[in-house]
T-cell receptor, first 113, second 116 residues
Framework: KNQVEQSPQSLIILEGKNCTLQ??????????LRWYKQDTGRGPVSLTI?????NTKSNGRYTATLDADTKQSSLHITASQLSDSASYICVVRAGGGADGLTFGKGTHLIIQP | DAGVIQSPRHEVTEMGQEVTLRCKPI?????LFWYRQTMMRGLELLIY????????DSGMPEDRFSAKMPNASFSTLKIQPSEPRDSAVYFC??????????????FGPGTRLTVL
């Protein structure tokens, strides 16, 4: 059964600090992995998408990594800001049709001033 | 473009009542997805359409749920009769390609449904 596990479930850090969110998956066959940011009361917004051949991809202060061998991905946030407070959702696509998505339950991140 | 538009943003109803959620996808997008999000289960895909045709509704919980897409710019998700366990945030998303491939799904702001 395809699964996506995210850790930690929630995280509180001080403004300006760095943090790393984890995503482990058992989706097969792997097609791509996407990180979404979801602000409270809003829909998810895509941060990055990674395919099998990509190890690292950055989007501003967000850097995603992918290890397809160990089936792990991480999202690193540098110099956190209050606006980074949100839920971060890892979504993995299996090869196939548009319904081949498996969603993680997300990491709830709180940045404290 | 205004993005994906959903209405209403909040809906409170009593058990047994009919609920209709509405979605206007981004113009030019040929895929439309309906999701449900709860704290316990996270995001779940309910159904998706391609060019107004339902492709897979295996995620629809039961017969009380139905979805339609009469044209490229409008879709509805109906729950009849509603039950307290249907309380959740319902998202509509659209994409220009298959979305789950290289294309990106763009989500609406969601409808928060509370069934008393």
């Amino acid at each position: 059964k395809n699964q996506v596990e995210q850790s930690p479930q929630s995280l509180i850090i001080l403004e300006g600090k760095n943090c790393t969110l984890q995503c482990n998956y058992t989706v097969s066959p792997f097609s791509n992995l996407r990180w979404y940011k979801q602000d409270t009361g809003r829909g998810p917004v895509s941060l990055t998408i990674m395919t099998f051949s990509e190890n690292t991809k950055s989007n501003g202060r967000y850097t995603a990594t992918l290890d397809a061998d160990t089936k792990q991905s991480s999202l690193h946030i540098t110099a956190s800001q209050l606006s980074d407070s949100a839920s971060y959702i890892c979504v993995v696509r299996a090869g196939g049709g548009a319904d081949g998505l498996t969603f993680g339950k997300g990491t709830h991140l709180i940045i404290q001033p | 473009d205004a993005g994906v538009i959903q209405s209403p943003r909040h809906e409170v109803t009593e058990m047994g009542q009919e609920v209709t959620l509405r979605c206007k996808p981004i113009s030019g997008h040929d895929y439309l997805f309906w999701y449900r999000q709860t704290m316990m289960r996270g995001l779940e895909l309910l159904i998706y359409f391609n060019n107004n045709v339902p492709i897979d509704d295996s995620g629809m919980p039961e017969d009380r749920f139905s979805a339609k897409m009469p044209n490229a710019s409008f879709s509805t998700l109906k729950i009849q009769p509603s039950e307290p366990r249907d309380s959740a945030v319902y998202f509509c998303a659209s994409s220009q390609t298959s979305g789950t491939g290289s294309g990106e799904q763009f989500f609406g702001p969601g409808t928060r449904l509370t069934v008393l």
